[in-house]
């Protein structure tokens, strides 16, 4: 156990270094590419305002100026103007952490302008689409990979060989478009456009609280509507994901296959059964466990592509609408987010790691810096 207290205490303080370079990082960028575009919005309303107060006959000209130069100053330090490179850098990292960052100038996800609700809104929808594409597309290509491995050389083995090669050279926009154009516009199954999953959601909350809809079939249309509206692009990214996955879960089950303990498990009369799912799963699992826990962390920052093609409301959309807009407030947060989600989930996968094998933590506390 203490072995394992060490591991983890050398993991926390690496975790907490990294994330405190990216915040400076990404703080730095902001304060001096986003500088310039700032000191024009401040000196915008603020003319606009100067001429709200030309139309004001009961102020004196000196009531006029000092007014102007509050609000100047008032807008300076909304925007953190105000303070040396540095002191702005430091600001900025705290609001960061605590994504108190106020508001973009629209509403692009959500009904909220506020950039923590933008970013909590988009990334509960990435999570649904992704995670859930994620899992699925893990157990259908961990079965597939194991029994490909089982049979090396069969028919399923190069199926399995050749579905990965493919999926890995389809782009995704490609085949969403055609997903799009096949079963949307021509067919009319699905619809074109994910992000109307809200309004069609907010539609049936209106039936339920007019009691026009019992608890029950709410309950069960709310889920088919969000199934409805997910469904294409999850389809989509199921698609492109199993080949990879099953060739993959087929390699690394491959070369366990002839290590010396399945050897000596076959030769006790174990079944071939127990022998991959009990013994050859077991020793693959920490680099599997690796593959799925990255894989979700990197959906969690969004597919750009593939959500703007399908218009899911998710980080990747965000992403490219504060892009397009210019919003870098919005897009530092959307950053730093899925950069924090990443370092958290490689601070667990070593816990994990320290779990499954005994290695880890028994070399974290048995070496000694030189």
């Not at 105000?82 to 430091?90: D, M």
């Not at 049979?151 to 050279?169: E, P, Q, T, Y």
């Not at 989509?236 to 199993?242: A, D, E, M, N, P």
């Amino acid at each position: 156990m203490a072995g394992l207290g060490r591991t983890l205490a050398i993991q926390a303080i690496n975790s907490l270094i990294i994330l405190f370079v990216i915040l400076v990082i990404i703080s730095a960028m902001f304060v001096y590419l986003n500088q310039k575009q700032l000191e024009a919005v401040v000196i915008e309303a603020t003319q606009m305002f100067v001429r709200n107060l030309e139309r004001n006959p009961n102020l004196t000209p000196e009531q006029k100026e000092q007014l102007a130069k509050a609000f100047e100053y008032n807008m300076r330090v909304r925007f953190g103007l105000i303070g040396s490179p540095a002191e702005r850098i430091f600001n900025l990292m705290t609001r960061l952490i605590t994504l108190d960052l106020g508001n973009a100038r629209n509403a692009y996800l959500g009904a909220s302008t506020s950039v923590k609700d933008q970013i909590v809104f988009a990334l509960k929808n990435t999570i649904i689409l992704f995670t859930t594409a994620t899992i699925i597309s893990t157990i259908i290509g961990i079965l597939l990979g194991m029994s490909a491995a089982r049979r090396a050389g069969s028919i399923l083995d190069k199926a399995v060989s050749f579905a990965a090669i493919l999926s890995s050279s389809i782009p995704f926009w490609w085949l969403g478009m055609l997903m799009l154009l096949a079963f949307s516009f021509k067919l009319g199954w699905f619809p074109y456009s994910a992000k109307d999953v809200y309004v069609a959601v907010a539609r049936l909350q209106a039936m339920l609280q007019a009691g026009q809809l019992d608890k029950l079939t709410y309950f069960l249309k709310y889920l088919y509507t969000w199934a409805y509206y997910m469904a294409l692009p999850l389809i989509t990214v199921v698609i492109l994901s199993i080949g990879s996955w099953a060739y993959v879960t087929r390699n690394i089950v491959l070369s366990k296959l002839t290590e010396d303990f399945v050897m000596t498990a076959r030769a006790k009369g174990v079944p071939e059964r127990k022998v991959l799912y009990g013994h050859v799963l077991r020793a693959a699992s920490p680099p599997i466990v690796t593959i799925i826990a990255l894989s979700m962390v990197s959906s969690l920052g969004g597919a750009i592509i593939t959500e703007t093609v399908f218009g899911w409301p998710g980080m990747g959309l965000l992403y490219w609408v504060s892009l397009s807009n210019g919003e870098a407030i919005l897009l530092a947060a959307n950053v730093y987010v899925t950069v924090l989600l990443f370092i958290i989930v490689v601070f667990a996968l070593n816990f994990i790691y320290a779990i499954l094998d005994p290695r880890v933590r028994t070399g974290a506390a048995t070496y000694t810096p030189r």
